[in-house]
């Protein structure tokens, strides 16, 4: 069976036509599909070339491969008019759209709960003093009591920057350099930065955050820290709170304790948080040592005082329910967005 | 530090509170628990079998058929341990018994005789690291004794935070002691008596100490005739369960007591001093030292020795010597209980990064006046356990009494710092 080859000039008139008409890039793909679609008039014309005969197939072929260029050419060259077109008859900017709110940052959670202890304190009598991040081996352990073969210079491990010189371990060394220029009364709290040398982990990063407190005067006692820091507790995390204080020991204070604070999140009761032991520990506190009173040259038979730390980031947590410690330091927006 | 509420207990006979209890008093006071646990997987189940007969399986010439005493009545089981004789007493699973590595013990018939229960290995127990052959208990074990009872393995593990500043409490009795303090019963020491027998000790040893700033105190104790051997298995066990590796009883004696009293011995195998003496002195700078963990060791000047005279037996208060370490083949002990200053000892074990039991409470600071208690305690049990003949007296060279400072209390100070007014009687009745 033989068939006629295809009338091609014909053809090409039908499809300039149809291409003639095309002024949407919508009525272009309408046209597009007519030619070049599965069903389309050249499509057909291609497939058709098979059943034609073996001698007119290769001029017919070539001629209708030509064909074909010709009208992808063309549609081509009319999908860029009818584009550009589009973009030239349509408005650039809508005036009446509302505007674009810019996001506004916001404190990190670490700096919100500073800002809420300091303004506790503040309320309670106390200034906001600062240190340097840098410190002596002077004011960070010597000043304190801690001399050089003390044991309890074991329980940190510190950063060296150089010989004698270091990143404070503690909010601690501050007291001294308070004390050192003011005489009593004294009554500061000093929130920063401290390093230690722990190995990241879900409740240690090797810099976190402490505050330090000191109240120095005439008759300072156990019974006005333990009154001070039960009237923080409530004033952060609200009326029920209990606080519990256990003795321990640190070089700068006699007596020592370590202070407690109900598990907030199983209301004593036990859970994960607080390993269902009810109590959640926040840090140590004690009665300023003679020993720091020398150094600084009060005279601790007239002077009396008590000094406290609390980890900032531990409080935080405890606050937001954070689990890990390692999320208040990766700074990623995803978490901090939430605070 | 781990501590055994059952060792606690045999220091307090009259102790009223549970573990738990002394966990919370013990945090209350200054101490905290860290972690209390079984000191062992406790199965039931499992009891004392005296084997009465074995046999060989007529099916299988490595399997033994065994008739096994429990008591009440007699089990036959099979076994192919290689180490299982008539006559001994072995921890039997019976059936039902769900061993600590999940196996489940079943009555069965193997290669056509029937096996009830099965003699156990430390390992297949859960107490010890020995797989491949069974348990061999004590004689003295009555057959169908549950054998959490026989080898005491009822027993808690107090892991406790000890604060720098309270040294004291590195031990049981340090512990037994503030548990008496807060009102937990009486303490009761443990036995010190012994025999003396042969030669003056000093005839025998000679100590001369070259640093009495290093070490104020020295006392040594010589013991001939031992034998060493493992150790009784609650004496193994107990300090397994308290992180110490069990290694002969010797050894075991003076970790032992080091436990018990928190000061530390050390026992030398005597007959690798070069001559009868002792010499305490510092160390030549570059001096080597081979010490028994098979490290050699380069000294400088601030390190203090134990020397035979010339060569050094040990690193003072830190780690003794492997020449001189107590071995298989010891049969005459130097037993040295000393005293030895913080400082240098802090110094020596910071400048060879070795860091010991006994390093680590010479540094926070010993109690000279234990010294002696120690090594009579020590006395006593190598003599009990090791046997051997104990010289008559102890060498004692502790040139000028270490002066313990006296601690004054005012009143009026006390109720300025602690903010409330402590009566007399109240305050009296707490120092005692």
Aim: net charge negative; glycine share 8%; proline share 6%.
């Amino acid at each position: 069976m033989t068939t006629q080859p295809p009338d091609l000039k014909e053809i090409e008139k039908e499809a300039q036509d149809l291409l003639g008409e095309c002024d949407t890039p919508r009525k272009l793909e309408e046209v597009r599909v007519k030619l070049l679609g599965r069903k389309g008039l050249i499509t057909g014309v291609m497939r058709e070339l098979g059943r034609l005969p073996a001698e007119v197939r290769p001029a017919v072929g070539k001629e209708a491969n030509l064909l074909r260029e010709r009208i992808e050419a063309a549609l081509a060259e009319k999908k860029r008019l009818t584009s550009e077109e589009k973009e030239v008859s349509e408005p650039l900017f809508d005036y009446t759209l509302p505007g674009r709110t810019p996001w506004l940052g916001r404190s990190h959670p670490i700096t919100q709960t500073i800002i809420e202890i300091e303004d506790i304190f503040r309320g309670m009598g106390f200034e906001v003093a600062e240190g340097p991040h840098i410190e002596t081996d002077y004011y960070n352990f010597d000043a304190l009591n801690t001399p050089e073969d003390h044991p309890a210079r074991d329980l940190s491990d510190t950063f060296y920057v150089d010989k004698g010189i270091l990143l404070r371990t503690h909010t601690s060394p501050v007291q001294i350099r308070v004390m050192e220029k003011k005489s009593p009364p004294v009554r500061i709290i000093a929130p920063g930065l401290c390093f230690r040398r722990d190995t990241p982990d879900a409740s240690h990063v090797p810099n976190f955050f402490q505050t330090e407190g000191l109240y120095v005067d005439r008759e300072v006692s156990v019974t006005d820290l333990k009154g001070v820091i039960t009237a923080f507790a409530r004033e952060l995390f609200g009326p029920k709170i209990k606080v519990r204080f256990r003795p321990h020991f640190f070089p700068f204070t006699e007596p020592s304790v370590e202070y407690d604070f109900s598990c907030m999140i199983c209301e004593g009761s036990g859970c994960p948080v607080c390993k269902r032991t009810g109590w959640v520990e926040i840090s140590g506190a004690g009665m300023v040592d003679p020993e720091v009173f020398k150094a600084v040259g009060y005279d601790p038979e007239i002077y009396t005082g008590y000094a406290f730390g609390m980890g900032v980031d531990r409080i935080a947590m405890i606050k937001y329910r954070i689990n890990d410690i390692r999320l208040l330091y990766e700074n990623d927006l995803r978490f901090l967005r939430q605070f | 530090m781990k501590l055994s509420y059952n060792w606690l207990k045999e220091l307090i006979p009259n102790l009223s509170w549970n573990p738990e209890q002394v966990a919370e008093k013990l945090t209350m006071s200054g101490t905290e628990v860290e972690s209390l646990h079984p000191a062992w997987p406790e199965p039931e189940g499992i009891v004392v079998g005296h084997v009465k007969e074995v046999k060989t399986h007529p099916e299988a010439k490595n399997l033994k058929v065994c008739q096994v005493n429990i008591g009440q009545k007699r089990l036959q089981t099979v076994c192919g341990a290689s180490n299982l004789e008539r006559g001994q007493r072995v921890a039997l699973a019976l059936p039902g018994v769900k061993l600590p590595d999940g196996l489940e013990m079943k009555e069965a018939e193997i290669k056509g005789t029937k096996s009830a229960g099965m003699i156990c290995s430390e390992k297949e127990l859960g107490i010890g690291e020995v797989g491949d052959i069974i348990l061999v208990l004590d004689d003295e074990f009555v057959a169908g004794t549950s054998l959490a009872e026989a080898l005491r393995l009822r027993d808690s593990i107090l892991e406790l935070e000890v604060t720098p500043n309270r040294p004291d409490c590195l031990s049981h009795i340090g512990i037994a002691r503030e548990l008496c303090a807060l009102g937990g019963g009486t303490l009761k020491l443990p036995e010190t008596h012994f025999r003396e027998a042969g030669i003056e000790t000093a005839s025998e040893v000679e100590v001369e100490i070259e640093d009495v700033v290093g070490c104020p105190r020295y006392t040594a104790r010589v013991i001939k005739g031992v034998k060493i051997r493992p150790s009784p298995k609650w004496m193994a066990l107990r300090l397994e369960s308290l992180g110490i590796r069990s290694i002969s009883n010797v050894v075991d004696i003076t970790n032992w007591v080091l436990l018990e009293t928190g000061h530390p011995l050390h026992a030398f195998d005597y007959d690798n001093f070069a001559q009868r003496r002792v010499l305490v002195r510092r160390a030549k700078p570059g001096e080597r030292f081979l010490t028994l963990d098979g490290v050699g060791r380069t000294l400088s000047s601030n390190s203090l020795l134990i020397t035979d005279g010339e060569t050094p037996v040990a690193i003072a208060g830190i780690m003794g010597g492997e020449k001189s370490e107590v071995s298989g083949s010891t049969r005459n002990i130097l037993l040295e209980s000393a005293y030895f200053d913080p400082p240098t000892t802090r110094r020596t074990s910071k400048e060879l990064g070795l860091v010991s039991e006994s390093s680590y409470r010479f540094e926070r600071g010993a109690d000279p006046e234990n010294a002696v208690f120690a090594s009579e305690r020590a006395t006593r049990l190598i003599q009990e356990l090791a046997g051997g003949e104990v010289l008559k007296g102890l060498v004692d060279c502790y040139p000028k009494k270490v002066a313990f400072p006296k601690v004054k209390l005012r009143p009026q100070r006390v109720s300025t710092v602690v903010g409330i007014e402590i009566p007399k009687e109240e305050s009296r009745k707490t120092r005692r």
